[in-house]
C-alpha cells in the first residue's frame, strides 16, 4: 500500500543516497574499464562485475520499501507536465538501475564470460553462449549506461531547480538534515 508522506523515510534516504554513490561509480568504473588497456582493466572488472549485482539488489530493494512506505506528493502548485514530467524520470530511472546490471549479466553469459561475485562464488549464466548475442547486448549495455547517465543528470538538474528556484520542499524531502532545536 502507498501512503502519502512529507519527507521520504531515513531507509529511503539512505538507500537513494547509496545507490546515488554506488551507480555514479559505476559510471565511471565503466568508463574506466572500455577506455584501458593498463592491467588496472581487470581491477575494474572485478569490481564492476559483483557492483552491478549489489546494485540490482539495492533498486529491488528500494522498490519494494517505495512500494511500501509511499513518497511525499508534490507541490499542488507545480505544472501538470513537470509533475508527468517528475513521475515518468522517476519511472526511467526505476527501469534503468533494474535492466542495466541484467543486460550486463546476460551480455557476460552470452559472451561465455563468468559473473565472479568474490573468489569461487559465481552467478549462474542468464543467456545462452552467443557471439552475436553477446554483441548485441554490449551495445544495449552501452546505450543503456549513457541514457542513464543522461537521466541522472536530468534528475540532478530538476533537484536543483526545486532546491535552489522553487524552494519547494521537493530536494529537502531527499536530504538528511539536522533537525531544529
Known sequence: ?????????????????AMAVLV??????????????HPVYLTLVAIHKPLGIVILILVLLRLAVR??????????????????????????LYALLFAQPLLGWAMLSAGGYPVVLYGPIRLPPIAPHN??????????????????????????????????????GVLGSMVFRRERV
Open 131 to 168: 557471439d552475436a548475442l553477446h554483441a548485441v547486448l554490449r551495445a544495449g549495455h552501452t546505450w543503456c549506461a549513457y541514457l542513464l547517465f543522461a537521466t541522472i543528470l536530468l534528475h540532478l538538474a530538476a533537484a536543483l531547480f526545486h532546491g535552489l528556484i522553487r524552494r519547494d
Open 67 to 92: 512500494l511500501k512506505q509511499g513518497k511525499p506528493p508534490l507541490p499542488d502548485d507545480l505544472p501538470r507536465l513537470q509533475h508527468l514530467g517528475a513521475h515518468a524520470s522517476h519511472l526511467l
Open 1 to 17: 500500500m502507498t501512503r502519502q508522506r512529507e519527507t521520504f523515510s531515513p531507509l529511503q534516504r539512505g538507500l537513494h543516497w
Open 24 to 37: 555514479i561509480a559505476m559510471l565511471f568504473i565503466g568508463i574506466g574499464m572500455v577506455t584501458t588497456l
